[in-house]
């Protein structure tokens, strides 16, 4: 019983000095974060910097469609084998593959209800998938079946994400466009369409853009 009090100051130092190194000091470091302009203009203090005035904020709010891609995304466990956070330079290769134009930061997560990280990179990162030249097309066909634009990928399809019907009249305008002579492509007189849950994916994957700057991560020149 003497060594209760000292038991006791024990327990609540290694608490807090955990509560302080891990909680505290990364809301101090990334709490107080918000959007922000590309740029900073002088202030009237001297050494403050401000937001230049009238241009857009940064990172972007998550709105529409691309919103509701995101749950399909959750839901399909694409998080498994995909990260969304790009690594500085010295630290991998992935601006060097085209992942990205720059790293990614605290900042470009602070709107965000549910960060996407990531901790497997099974397939390649996809912080800024949206910014490569790729299009819908190719994201539908990619979805349905990754051997149609990516031979030999681990990726699963998701052909359950889409209708096979038969064409009555003209075309589906939103129907996927094979390669001439793909096995994967439809039986003549039938096409594949997306559901309204592949769409709103492939809308969330082209709006997945690190192409602004931030104050403490400016693209390069």
């Not at 900073?40 to 509701?68: H, I």
């Not at 900042?107 to 996809?126: A, E, F, K, S, W």
Request: charged share 20%; aromatic share 10%; hydrophobic share 35%.
């Amino acid at each position: 019983m003497k060594n209760l009090p000292l038991l006791f100051f024990g327990i609540f130092f290694t608490l807090a000095f955990s509560f302080t190194g891990l909680i505290l000091t990364s809301h101090i470091q990334i709490g107080f974060l918000g959007q922000t302009t590309e740029r900073l203009v002088p202030g009237e203090t001297e050494g403050e910097m401000v937001m230049a005035e009238g241009e857009p904020l940064f990172p972007r709010v998550e709105t529409g469609v691309a919103k509701q891609g995101k749950q399909v995304y959750i839901e399909m466990g694409c998080i498994y084998c995909h990260s969304q956070q790009i690594r500085r330079q010295g630290f991998g290769a992935d601006i060097d593959r085209g992942w990205g134009v720059r790293q990614t930061v605290a900042r470009d997560y602070i709107l965000q209800d549910r960060v996407l990280l990531g901790t497997m990179r099974t397939g390649p990162d996809l912080a800024h998938v949206g910014g490569r030249p790729l299009t819908r097309d190719w994201h539908h066909l990619h979805l349905y079946n990754p051997q149609i634009t990516s031979p030999g990928s681990t990726m699963p399809p998701f052909a359950f994400l889409y209708e096979k019907r038969e064409i009555e009249g003209a075309p589906s305008p939103d129907a996927l466009q094979f390669p001439a002579d793909s096995e994967y492509a439809p039986d003549p007189g039938y096409e594949i369409v997306p559901s309204r849950r592949a769409e709103a994916l492939v809308q969330y994957l082209l709006s997945l853009k690190v192409d602004y700057s931030l104050p403490e991560a400016p693209i390069p020149e």
